[in-house]
């Protein structure tokens, strides 16, 4: 069993070193990065800015801080998932973790933006983010053609104080190119979620674009520090059978040495 497990692993590093081959700014699934020395696989774009902070003063970076003191508008920090979620209607899920440590009262919204068209210039991509001030969570389609349901929740139930940890993790499900999306946020207490029902995604919001998203309200001061980031694209159940089927193989062919 032990050499099932390392050679699946050997298996999965493979095909983690072949797609990251692909294209310098497409990082493997799965991708996780808790900012504790790099962000370079991340493109930043809109306003603000985006560096690798020490926020407990132990001389090493641990968040990825967004700050802005500006008008209206929104900043982004992207990247390019392997498995192409979009394009191949793939399954994935999407995960930060992130505090709010600042923000001037106005319409400043935190948090995702996934199956961007591009992670330089994101013009058509899915909103997931969570207003602290009125206390709302939205599920919103920018971009395209409207072609999404836009779902927002708000008094959802949630909490919110500067300095607070939350976790927002997004999973999208499709049937064909109908795409479901479920936001779960997570705050210490019993987790929220919202739901958009399906809608056909085959037109519109087809990019693998994926990252964080904030919103500066109008005269500026926001200041979000994001913990970690994760992605991932979900094999459908083929793949696991071939991957039982390739070990089954090996099983014989062991045997048969011996």
Same mark, same amino acid.
């Given at each position: 069993?032990?050499?099932?497990?390392?050679?699946?692993?050997? /298996?999965?590093?493979? =095909?983690?070193?072949?797609?990251?081959?692909?294209?310098?700014?497409?990082?493997?699934?799965?991708?996780? #990065?808790?900012?504790?020395?790099? $962000?370079?696989?991340?493109?930043?774009?809109?306003? %603000?800015?985006?560096?690798?902070?020490?926020?407990?003063?132990? +001389?090493?970076?641990?968040?990825?801080?967004?700050?802005? #003191?500006?008008? +209206?508008?929104?900043?982004?920090?992207?990247?390019?998932?392997?498995?192409?979620? %979009?394009?191949?209607?793939?399954?994935?899920?999407?995960?930060?973790?992130?505090?709010?440590?600042?923000?001037? *009262?106005?319409? =400043?919204?935190?948090?995702? $933006?996934?199956?961007?068209?591009?992670?330089?210039? *994101?013009?058509?991509?899915?909103?997931?983010?969570?207003?602290?001030?009125?206390?709302?969570?939205?599920?919103?389609?920018?971009?395209?053609?409207?072609? %999404?349901?836009?779902?927002?929740?708000?008094?959802? %139930?949630?909490?919110?104080?500067?300095?607070?940890?939350? +976790?927002? +993790?997004?999973?999208?499900?499709?049937?064909?190119?109908?795409?479901?999306?479920?936001?779960?946020?997570?705050?210490?207490?019993?987790?929220?979620?919202?739901?958009?029902?399906?809608?056909?995604?085959?037109?519109?919001?087809?990019?693998?674009?994926?990252?964080?998203?904030?919103?500066?309200?109008?005269?500026?001061?926001?200041?979000?520090?994001?913990?970690?980031?994760? /992605?991932?694209?979900?094999?459908?159940?083929?793949?696991?059978? =071939?991957?039982?089927? $390739?070990?089954?193989?090996?099983?014989?062919?062991?045997?048969?040495?011996?």
């Amino acid at each position: 069993m032990k050499t099932h497990h390392i050679t699946l692993i050997g /298996a999965c590093s493979a =095909a983690i070193a072949f797609t990251s081959s692909l294209s310098a700014a497409t990082v493997a699934s799965p991708y996780l #990065n808790d900012f504790t020395s790099s $962000a370079a696989d991340f493109t930043t774009s809109g306003v %603000g800015s985006w560096n690798l902070v020490d926020t407990n003063s132990d +001389t090493n970076p641990d968040a990825y801080q967004f700050t802005a #003191n500006t008008s +209206t508008s929104a900043g982004f920090s992207m990247l390019t998932l392997g498995g192409n979620p %979009g394009s191949n209607f793939t399954d994935f899920t999407v995960s930060t973790t992130f505090s709010v440590s600042s923000v001037d *009262p106005g319409q =400043a919204y935190w948090g995702l $933006a996934i199956l961007g068209s591009s992670e330089s210039s *994101p013009s058509d991509y899915i909103l997931v983010d969570y207003q602290g001030s009125n206390g709302q969570f939205r599920i919103i389609n920018v971009g395209g053609a409207g072609t %999404g349901t836009a779902v927002s929740a708000s008094s959802f %139930g949630g909490t919110f104080a500067l300095g607070q940890s939350i +976790t927002l +993790t997004v999973t999208g499900t499709y049937v064909g190119s109908m795409l479901t999306l479920s936001a779960d946020y997570d705050d210490g207490s019993p987790t929220q979620t919202i739901t958009a029902s399906a809608f056909d995604a085959s037109t519109h919001y087809t990019g693998s674009a994926m990252g964080m998203r904030v919103r500066t309200p109008s005269g500026g001061g926001t200041t979000v520090n994001f913990d970690s980031f994760s /992605a991932a694209v979900v094999p459908e159940p083929g793949t696991y059978a =071939a991957i039982a089927g $390739a070990f089954a193989l090996l099983g014989v062919v062991l045997m048969r040495r011996k």
